[in-house]
């Protein structure tokens, strides 16, 4: 069973940034694929970016590219989220998923989630 937990969420002005972290404990890191997905009220939650375990893959929505960076660090079993740039359409909570296999950019297919964290990012 693999826990996660995120923070680094928070309120910023548009154009800020922010990094969010994903602290995973009760399983062997590397081994899982992570990703990160965000919800928004009203709206079902929808992949933002993922990294293969050994962080070597990555692959981002059309609407971060080039915004958001996703990295690892397997020693530390935690996973990044560093968002540059922020627009008001980037508010959500945002959550960190795991699973087995990297490629899916379906939350259903993601085995355990953390509790998320809120990022708010105003005018």
């Known amino acids: 069973q693999v826990q996660l937990v995120e923070s680094g969420g928070g309120s910023v002005q548009a154009g800020g940034s922010l990094r969010l972290s994903c602290a995973a404990s009760?399983?062997?890191?590397?081994?899982?694929?992570m990703a990160w997905f965000r919800q928004a009220p009203g709206k079902e939650r929808g992949f933002v970016a993922a990294?293969?375990?050994?962080?070597?893959?990555?692959g981002y929505a059309d609407s971060v590219k080039g915004r958001f960076t996703i990295s690892r660090d397997n020693a530390k079993n935690t996973v990044y989220l560093q968002m540059n740039t922020l627009k008001p359409e980037d508010t959500a909570v945002y959550y960190c998923?795991?699973?087995?296999?990297?490629?899916?950019?379906?939350?259903?297919?993601?085995?355990?989630w953390g509790q998320g964290t809120q990022v708010t990012v105003s005018l």
């Open positions: 998923g795991a699973r087995s296999q990297y490629g899916s950019r379906w939350y259903p297919d993601y085995d355990y």
């Open positions: 009760g399983g062997t890191f590397s081994r899982y694929a």
């Open positions: 990294i293969s375990g050994s962080g070597i893959t990555t």
